[in-house]
C-alpha cells in the first residue's frame, strides 16, 4: 500500500542507500517538491545547480542523477513515465502567495511543509535548498521568459528513484494553484529494498 501525502501537507522519512522511491501522481496534474539531505550529514543537500551542471540539461528525468553540494550523486531515476520534471522554481512559500500572487490570507506552502516534516530531523528553514519539482511543467521561451504550465502527468504516473547514499527526503504535494492547474490533489509514495 503506498503512504498517502494529503492536498497541500509534506511528509519525511529515511531511505537507506540501494532503496527504491516511488513517487506517484495518482489523480494526475499534481506537483511534488522534494528535498534530499545526507543522513549522516545534513549540510550535505541537493544541489540544483550541479544537478544541472553534471547532467548538462535542465529536464531531469529517467538516467538523470541527482546530485550535492558536495558534487556526490544523492539519487538515480530509474524510471520516469511522465518526463517532466525540473529544478527552475523554489519551493512555494508564505512569500511566493503574498508576493506573487497578492495573497494577504494565509495559504499552506511546501516551503513550510517541507521544513515542518523535517524539523524532526534537525533541519531548519535555512537548511531547505531548492526542490526537485516532480511533474512540475515550467516553460521557458527563447528570451529566457518563464511559464508555469498545467502538469502533463496522467493518473498513476510515477518517478522511480535509488538511493545512492543514506538520505533524509523531504516530500510535498504541492500547494500553488498555478503549478497544479488551479486544484489540490494528494500525492502518493512507495519504499521498497
Not at 10 to 34: N, T, Y
Not at 84 to 97: G, M, V
Not at 151 to 159: E, I, L, Q, T
Not at 169 to 176: F, K
Request: aromatic fraction near 10%.
Amino acid at each position: 500500500m503506498p503512504e498517502i501525502i494529503e492536498k497541500q501537507t509534506g511528509k519525511a522519512f529515511r531511505l537507506k542507500k540501494g532503496q527504491k522511491l516511488k513517487v506517484i501522481d495518482p489523480q494526475g496534474e499534481q506537483v511534488s517538491d522534494m528535498v534530499l539531505f545526507n543522513a549522516e550529514d545534513k549540510r550535505e543537500k541537493i544541489s540544483s545547480g550541479k544537478t544541472l551542471d553534471f547532467e548538462e540539461s535542465i529536464l531531469i528525468s529517467q538516467g538523470n542523477f541527482l546530485w550535492s553540494n558536495r558534487s556526490n550523486k544523492m539519487m538515480e531515476i530509474l524510471k520516469d513515465t511522465n518526463g517532466r520534471n525540473d529544478f527552475l522554481l523554489a519551493p512555494c512559500s508564505p512569500e511566493t502567495f503574498r508576493i506573487m500572487y497578492k495573497n494577504t490570507e494565509y495559504h499552506p506552502s511546501c516551503f513550510e511543509n517541507l521544513y515542518t516534516s523535517l524539523e524532526k530531523f534537525g533541519i531548519e528553514p535555512d537548511d531547505i535548498p531548492t526542490a526537485f519539482n516532480i511533474f512540475m511543467n515550467v516553460q521557458f521561451r527563447p528570451d529566457g521568459k518563464l511559464s508555469v504550465d498545467p502538469p502533463m502527468s496522467k493518473a498513476g504516473d510515477y518517478v522511480l528513484f535509488e538511493a545512492k547514499m543514506d538520505l533524509i527526503v523531504g516530500l510535498t504535494a504541492c500547494s500553488a494553484e498555478d503549478s497544479n492547474n488551479g486544484s489540490f490533489k494528494p500525492i502518493h509514495f512507495e519504499i521498497a529494498d
